[in-house]
């Protein structure tokens, strides 16, 4: 058949079709392309980053960028693609910072039991995602600009909480997730599989989900279909919120503290591996596993380079130039389905 | 955005209403308040030395807002205002420090430096059409990063004996106002008149009011697209270079900390406009409020921690009082519009 097909077809046209599908395949895998080229790369040179040493660790450091990812997916999910009005959140790690910084005073400072500490964490992120519900659905403000508010509002905030200080942690519970193994991996590892099994059944499988990827792919079409927009809407950022306070869980374990700071790193490494695991997906949109693999990667990436002896401010670098060619890649999609 | 296509029907259709004046007036009232308020707390507020002070710490704000002003004007956002000052600074005391260039030229290169950020950002934007919000979000990271290679991490560069007319810059007075401040309010005037009376001006407000409509006007968005995202850069690059020949000192990264308040001022400079729509004496109202918020706050005697907290949500209130506001209007204008299809 294919044979039958190229003989009659003229040369040029399949010159065209097979050049169209590389450009298709280049603009669609790009992103990840690149990055495994440089992993690559830096394999060669480096020994130590293939080994499974490593490579576990990289998996414990992706676990608490991923569990925020699965938030901020949610959010883009719901919001649209679209930069200005559609969604993000970049109070997030903000959030998470915060939850952190409330967990580690309760239990260092005041002794709370670990149960009621997280409760009060996750409080605290539900009410900023409510706030950041209120700020995008009722009061219509662009989505960065309310959450840009609240990202300075709630770092001001865990200033205030922490006094701008490392609390260290020794609780029991923390001190498990970081040193535990079940089943042969370690917990953090453990509880992000679980926690992104979880996000997934909610953004991609149950009623909520639907309207959530409904009102983020068409906000008319869902509007036309009976979906209330708005309030699916402010549920993505509720959601996220409290999935970012638990979050603080697994940044914990690996600090064995709150640092104060750490909501910036947090920051830059969400929303790349958030935009970058849209190419694991196959129509190419954000997803809540694909958040998951893209925080992998980043997250193999950064310790590829650190063992490569490359300093932060160039990892930094590094990881600005991979935002910039996952969005011009997706710009690019984005024309060429128009 | 949608704020600039609600506002500009918004004003077609509202045009009286001692309502519409009350509301457009509920951040003025606020900024009132707060002002009444500061005033009786710290008996220092009040003084003509502390009123210069919140003149003088406005400057650098501004300057940052008013090239937000445009840019948002044009329909878009640029988080990379910030990166851009720091590259005016950096560039400037390099060229001054390492080159040995004289400082006028210095200062040519350090607006250079800013162009180098626009041209980023206008390549991104207008040849391979990535959104505003995620081009200059990528710009404002690698910008990070570049300083950050640049200075070993992100050290300070010290120029104490920087030349007296470069100094003089920011530092000086004539007249008894700071140099500061007559640049700044210069370079207001540019932009007010520009953006008011110029045809440059009504071009880049029918862009950012309807993109596809002023292309069939026959507009060179594009073109015009690009124009803005490097002026806005050139002219962060402008707060740049003031703050180094106020401070003499370049810390790396310190433009962030005008992003966020740069658009809020810009946001709440529209909610106050009859359009609602960005201009530049609603930004410079912007600015003067949240100047006024920062040395009160400090008069009052608020330790360092709890004011960063405070500045943070009074600027979310400020923003969603300002959204209100500028949603309600929009509402009152259909409701009048279609009452008006009925007569």
């Not at chain 2, 500061?180 to 008011?196: D, H, M, P, Q, R």
Request: overall charge positive.
């Amino acid at each position: 058949m294919t044979t039958l097909t190229a003989t009659a077809l003229p040369r040029r046209l399949i010159d065209r079709i097979t050049r169209q599908s590389v450009q298709r395949f280049a603009l669609r895998r790009g992103p990840i392309a690149v990055i495994l080229i440089l992993l690559g790369y830096l394999a060669t040179q480096s020994p130590l980053v293939l080994s499974s040493n490593n490579l576990w660790s990289s998996l414990v450091q992706a676990a608490p960028i991923a569990v925020v990812s699965f938030g901020l997916a949610l959010v883009v999910m719901g919001g649209g693609n679209d930069a200005v009005n559609g969604g993000i959140d970049l109070s997030l790690p903000a959030s998470a910072a915060l939850a952190t910084v409330i967990i580690a005073d309760q239990l260092t400072h005041i002794g709370t039991p670990f149960v009621l500490a997280l409760g009060l964490a996750v409080a605290a992120a539900l009410v900023i995602g409510g706030v950041n519900a209120l700020l995008v659905s009722r009061i219509g403000l662009p989505p960065i600009l309310a959450t840009l508010g609240t990202y300075v509002s709630v770092v001001g905030i865990s200033r205030v909480v922490s006094q701008n200080r490392r609390i260290n942690v020794d609780d029991p519970v923390i001190t498990w997730v970081r040193d535990a193994d079940i089943l042969g991996a370690p917990a953090p590892v453990v509880l992000m599989v679980v926690l992104m099994a979880l996000v997934w059944l909610l953004g991609h499988r149950s009623a909520l989900g639907m309207r959530i990827q409904a009102s983020g792919g068409s906000r008319d079409a869902a509007e036309a279909a009976g979906i209330n927009v708005r309030r699916t809407v402010a549920y993505t950022y509720v959601l996220a919120s409290v999935i970012a306070g638990v979050a603080a869980v697994l940044l914990l374990a690996r600090g064995s503290g709150s640092s104060p700071g750490i909501d910036e790193q947090l920051l830059v490494d969400t929303v790349l591996a958030t935009f970058v695991g849209a190419a694991f997906s196959p129509r190419n949109v954000v997803t809540v596993p694909g958040a998951m693999l893209g925080a992998i990667l980043v997250a193999l990436l950064s310790n590829a380079l650190i063992l490569n002896r490359v300093s932060n401010s160039w990892v930094d670098g590094w990881k600005g130039v991979l935002i910039l060619i996952v969005v011009i890649a997706a710009a690019f999609q984005t024309r060429e389905r128009k | 955005m949608t704020v600039g296509i609600r506002g500009s029907i918004a004003a077609r259709m509202s045009r009286s209403g001692l309502l519409d004046i009350a509301l457009r007036g509920a951040f003025i009232i606020m900024f009132a308040l707060l002002f009444a308020m500061f005033s009786v707390q710290s008996p220092n507020f009040l003084t003509g030395s502390n009123l210069v002070n919140i003149l003088e710490g406005s400057a650098i704000l501004l300057v940052v807002a008013l090239a937000l002003t445009v840019v948002v004007l044009s329909g878009g956002i640029d988080l990379s205002v910030g990166v851009a000052l720091d590259f005016g600074a950096w560039f400037t005391v390099v060229a001054m420090l390492s080159w040995g260039l004289p400082w006028h030229v210095a200062v040519l290169c350090g607006l250079g430096g800013g162009a180098l950020i626009g041209v980023l950002n206008a390549v991104l934007i207008v040849v391979l059409r990535v959104t505003p919000f995620l081009a200059t979000l990528g710009t404002f990271f690698i910008g990070r990063s570049v300083q950050q290679i640049g200075t070993n991490g992100g050290a300070n560069i010290n120029y104490r004996n920087a030349p007296e007319g470069f100094q003089q810059l920011a530092g000086g007075s004539t007249f008894g106002i700071p140099n500061e401040v007559w640049i700044v309010a210069v370079l207001a005037l540019i932009f007010y008149v520009g953006l008011t009376r110029s045809t440059l001006g009504r071009r880049i407000d029918a862009m950012g009011v309807q993109d596809s409509a002023a292309r069939v006007a026959g507009l060179r968005t594009r073109r015009y697209r690009a124009l803005v995202y490097i002026g806005s850069a050139v002219v962060a690059s402008i707060a740049g270079i003031l703050l180094l020949s106020g401070l003499r000192i370049y810390t790396p990264l310190s433009g962030f900390s005008y992003l966020l308040d740069g658009i809020a001022a810009v946001f709440i400079g529209a909610s106050i406009h009859r359009h609602t729509r960005p201009n530049v004496v609603g930004t410079i109202i912007g600015v003067l409020f949240l100047s006024m918020l920062n040395v009160g706050l400090d008069l009052v005697g608020i330790d360092f921690n709890t004011k960063a907290a405070l500045r943070g949500v009074v600027l979310v209130v400020a923003l969603a009082l300002a959204f209100t506001v500028s949603r309600y209007a929009y509402r009152r204008a259909t409701v009048a519009a279609a009452s008006g299809k009925e007569a």
